[in-house]
């Protein structure tokens, strides 16, 4: 007999249509965005990682210090709150927040709305702090020239092992709190050896934005980053 609701398999179906349209629709705008940032002469860079492994921290500390003699500038998502935003407004780089309600990640559309707002005259590097999520962010392109995915001590060494597609398509790894790895027991070349095995295209720098520990190796690599005039 003939049913009038939807198969399972119609609605797997229906499913992979819409997140498939999603996903170009997405992908347009990042190329939008590129071309933008592009015309600015603006690097983009999109920071991912988990919940809590130091993204506001390192952007504060970069922002105070590489930001002295660089112009940069921040956009920053969570679901709920300007708490990061307020922490990194405390530089004197422009700086939006964008709250996504219940969107487990940022998208084209999203950052493409909070660029007006901001004075980005003279600015060279633009810092996108994705929604701490490993997952979702992974495949929705921003624009960025950049992606930085950041792996903290306390999170343990088999992260990389654990969600692939994130630091598969990394362009830059930071293994983060090294200056806690003693305590906790964290393993610093098992961890270096997950990600070179998950991300071997990628470039690894170990740092801790509390104790500044490979804190210039990440400012040696924003420098390269500028684009030049
Ligand atoms: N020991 C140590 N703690 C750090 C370091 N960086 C950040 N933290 C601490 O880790 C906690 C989370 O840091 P945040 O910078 O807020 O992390 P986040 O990735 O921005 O968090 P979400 O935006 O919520 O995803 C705070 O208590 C920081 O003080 C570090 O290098 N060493
Ligand atoms: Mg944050």
New binding site residues.
Partial sequence: METLYPTSATRTLRTVELRQSLLEGNDRQASRNRRLFRDLELTALNLV?S????????LERTLAEFGRTTRCAAVVG?LATDN?ARRLGRSRAPVAQITTGSACHLDAAMVARALPGMDLTGARLLFI?NV?NLVCPASFDLGESVRVV?LSSPEGEDKPLKYPPIFKTAHVVLI??I??AGVLGFDREAAAENVRRMAPQARLIQL????GEGMQEWYDLLGSLVRKE
């Fill in positions: 990682s919940p809590g492994s130091g993204k506001t921290t390192l969570d990061d702090e701490g950041l983060t709190k200056d806690v801790s934005a509390r104790s």
